[in-house]
């Protein structure tokens, strides 16, 4: 017997810490709307200080095995999410449409474009090294190279003003090309693509990618930056707008452990070695040459 | 046949360098053989202190308008060197407003080829007034003559030099993206290496075409000020390099400048959150070389007669002022004894006293205010229970000298562990596995250095991996060198100094 159509199995959008789907501690959610309706699409989860704190505490866990795995093997992981991207793409763009108004057009562009961030970013994982590493012409007998390595735990944040079908894209590549070098992450997605965080959250869960490596909280910016820009076991700050209060908050605050706040504008190129080379620091090794 | 006696010859004659080796121990186990060293003093002579040191802005020394000096001392007497200008809000604006102007007519308009021409020949000129350099900065910074001749001032050629080569290769250095210079650009250097810092800076700013405006510790004024008689020999056109000597309020007048683009600061982490905040709000770049606490890791398969030395080397050069010192010792429990006992041999050898004889190996404090916070950190090193070794050499009556000194049986919670003494201070501790190594070595809020010691390969490379520091010595310690990219990870600072990845410090690259 066929059930009524409005009687399909919507699903709940909950948030992705350490590769489980938790509610928020806080019991608090916020309301998505059909675009033009007052029609609740969708509740997501309106993420505590407290769910911030485990998230950076899962990616802390997860950081040593994810920067120990082989720069090959990481490419392989981001390819699979491209892969799982292209999956769920009649999901993201439906989102895009009923929530945000797109065309099914420039949805479609826009999931296009965030399957290439991954492909791309999957590209790179074992190559930049290459292009910004170096052995250095010391003048000694000694053997010294510089490698960049992931810079550790990295927060990510957006405007929440960035028009939704960029958000998408920017979104992937702002997590690929942070975890492409080895880097944990924690990121609290734009408001007006918050939805988003269900077909993400799958993809990342069932791309081979350790659990911890990527969190995705949704939630109020405004509430939830001082403790991100303030936390002490937070390496660097990705955020990708054009406030400059904001960038001037998480500076000062973030300065308390020397964060690294790398600021990106919306309409930077989401595909560049600038995304990679922002969030590694530069080793260098010296060796004595001898007998 | 050849070659058995080519073996023949070669076992003789390591049989004769065997021998007088041998006699040795009887000798000294009589007592007899006890070698003072005669005092090796370096001449000063070479050297011309001016009693009164202006500023430098726009090619010219001149008086600052605050009309204010302030006293510099010779750390290893005690006694005034010189007076020094100290610029007001209103000299490092004219010091930035020439940086500027500098910039926008004569600097940004050269060609890179020209500019490495300067660079070059201030490299040479360097290398010609060596001496002069070295001894002016042993006078007024405290540290052995040994060391100011030999590390820095070929240092500080071999930066200039490597840098004017630079000059018109930009393009080449970050292929596919382009780069311009940013303008005027604020140095803010430390005392410990003045004349070090003061290239570290200039050289890579000058070499993208930016203008400086530096302003050296004040402790550690002249050497810059006799760099900038050499810009001048070098016919390096007026403004390109302004000098503001100072205290912290030149420099905060110098970061708060509207109108600089960049600020470079080395010095400690504390004036470096400092800074980073003060330029939160703003578009001025930024790069910092901050604090330290550096693990050296031996392990038991390491070469430890040459460990030893690199352990010396790495918290005893320099007075221990070093940035990168290797301040905490982390020896694997089954050579722990023997290391410490090798250590205490060995420290109770060097020599500490007058910076300008050519045999000391530890000069002095660089300030009364330095000496008196190393003391109180070696009074809470005993406090907290550290086991304290000091050798009983005998140090100058004048002067602010601190023995090399070291505690063993140190935990990691102690402040000796995690506070930056910057001074000849060591913390001792024992590791059982090189898991717990890294752990120890990692356990702390900076990242700027490491030292491993070991035998193996495999496990150098995978413990340098796994260690979170900018600059990892195997084998060594405390190498520096233009080409190789300096900086730390955590709050040892932002940005690296040096070699390519240097020279992003001071380019626009898009």
Redesign the interface.
């Known amino acids: 017997m066929a059930i009524e159509k409005n009687l399909h199995v919507p699903k709940t959008i909950k948030l992705f810490i350490n590769g489980e789907f938790p509610r928020t501690e806080s019991g608090r959610h916020i309301s998505l709307y059909e675009h033009g309706s007052q029609k609740v699409f969708a509740h997501v989860c309106r993420a505590s200080r407290k769910d911030l704190r485990n998230a950076v505490a899962a990616s802390l866990a997860a950081r040593g095995e994810w920067e120990k795995r082989s720069a090959y093997n990481r490419a392989q992981i981001l390819y699979r999410m491209a892969e799982m991207a292209e999956g769920h793409r009649e999901e993201m763009v439906s989102l895009l449409t009923k929530i945000n108004a797109a065309s099914a057009g420039d949805a479609n562009q826009s999931v296009d474009a965030a399957i290439e961030a991954f492909v791309y970013y999957a590209g790179f994982a074992d190559k930049f090294s290459q292009v910004s590493g170096?052995v250095?012409?010391?003048?000694?007998p000694?053997h010294?190279f510089?490698t960049p390595?992931p810079?550790?735990c990295v927060a990510a944040i957006f405007d929440d003003n960035i028009e939704s079908i960029l958000a998408l894209p920017i979104v992937a590549a702002t997590l690929a090309s942070v975890i492409a070098s080895g880097n944990v992450v924690t990121a609290l997605l734009p408001s007006n693509v918050s939805a988003q965080l269900a077909p993400l959250a799958e993809i990342f869960a069932t791309s081979d990618l350790p659990k911890g490596v990527v969190n995705l909280l949704t939630g109020h910016q405004s509430e939830l930056l001082d403790h991100l820009a303030s936390h002490m076991e937070v390496?660097s700050i990705c955020y990708v707008g054009s406030d400059?209060t904001t960038?001037?908050k998480l500076?000062?605050l973030?300065?308390?452990?020397?964060k690294?706040v790398i600021c990106f504008a919306p309409d930077a190129n989401p595909t560049s070695?600038d995304r990679l080379a922002g969030f590694v620091?530069?080793?260098?090794?010296?060796?004595?040459i001898g007998h | 046949m050849t070659t058995k006696r080519a073996l023949d010859k070669k076992s003789k004659a390591q049989a004769a360098k065997i021998a007088p080796v041998e006699k040795l121990p009887k000798q000294a186990k009589t007592g007899a053989m006890k070698f003072e060293y005669a005092p090796s003093l370096e001449s000063t002579d070479i050297v011309r202190i001016e009693k009164r040191n202006r500023l430098f802005i726009g090619g010219k020394f001149i008086e600052p308008s605050s009309e204010a000096y302030f006293t510099s001392m010779n750390p290893a007497t005690g006694e005034r060197l010189a007076d020094i200008a100290e610029a007001g809000d209103a000299d490092v604006d004219l010091a930035v407003r020439t940086a500027r102007k500098t910039y926008e007519n004569v600097w940004s308009k050269m060609s890179g080829r020209e500019r490495g021409r300067y660079l070059f020949r201030i490299a040479r000129l360097i290398q010609e007034r060596s001496r002069e350099l070295a001894v002016l900065e042993t006078l007024d910074n405290g540290k052995p003559i040994r060391e100011s001749r030999d590390v820095d001032v070929p240092l500080v050629a071999a930066h200039f030099f490597y840098h004017a080569g630079w000059a018109d290769k930009l393009n080449y250095a970050f292929p596919g993206q382009n780069v311009s210079p940013l303008g005027v650009v604020g140095q803010i250097i430390p005392w410990n290496f003045p004349l070090l810092m003061a290239a570290w800076k200039i050289a890579p700013a000058l070499a993208c075409g930016n203008t400086v405006v530096l302003k050296p510790a004040e402790t550690t004024s002249l050497s810059a000020l006799l760099l900038a008689q050499v810009f001048q020999d070098a016919g390096l056109p007026d403004g390109v390099v302004n000098i503001v000597t100072g205290a912290g309020a030149t420099g905060a007048a110098l970061v708060n400048h509207p109108d600089v683009d960049k600020i470079a600061f080395t010095g400690s982490t504390d004036v470096g959150k400092i800074i980073a905040r003060a330029v939160a709000g703003t578009k001025k770049r930024l790069t910092l070389e901050l604090g330290g606490k550096s693990a050296h890791i031996i392990f038991e398969d390491a070469a430890l007669d040459q460990a030893l030395e690199g352990v010396i080397n790495g918290i005893y050069f320099n007075q221990g002022h070093v940035c990168c010192a290797g301040s905490r010792l982390l020896l694997e429990e089954s050579i722990a004894e023997e290391f410490v006992a090798k250590l205490k041999k060995r420290v109770a050898k060097l020599r500490v006293g007058n910076p300008l004889d050519k045999n000391t190996d530890i000069g002095a404090i660089n300030s009364a205010g330095e000496l008196k916070k190393i003391k109180k950190l070696i009074q809470l090193g005993k406090d907290e229970g550290g086991e304290f070794f000091e050798p009983t050499c005998a140090i100058p009556d004048k002067g602010f000298y601190q023995r090399p000194c070291f505690f063993s049986n140190v935990s990691s919670s102690f402040t000796l562990s995690r506070v930056e003494i910057f001074g000849p201070v060591l913390a001792v501790s024992t590791f059982r596995t090189s898991q717990e190594a890294v752990l120890k070595a990692n356990d702390t809020p900076y990242g700027l250095a490491a030292g491993i010691w070991s035998e193996k390969g495999a496990k150098i490379h995978k413990v340098a991996g796994q260690l979170k520091a900018g600059v990892i010595w195997a084998n060594t310690y405390n190498k520096f060198d233009p080409s190789a990219p300096f900086g730390g990870y955590n709050e040892s600072g932002w940005g690296r100094e040096g070699g390519r990845h240097g020279l992003s410090a001071y380019l626009d690259v898009r």
């Open positions: 170096c250095n012409p010391v003048s000694g000694h010294a510089t390595e810079v550790g390496q400059r960038q001037e500076k000062t973030g300065a308390e452990n020397m690294r070695l620091e530069f080793k260098t090794v010296w060796h004595p």
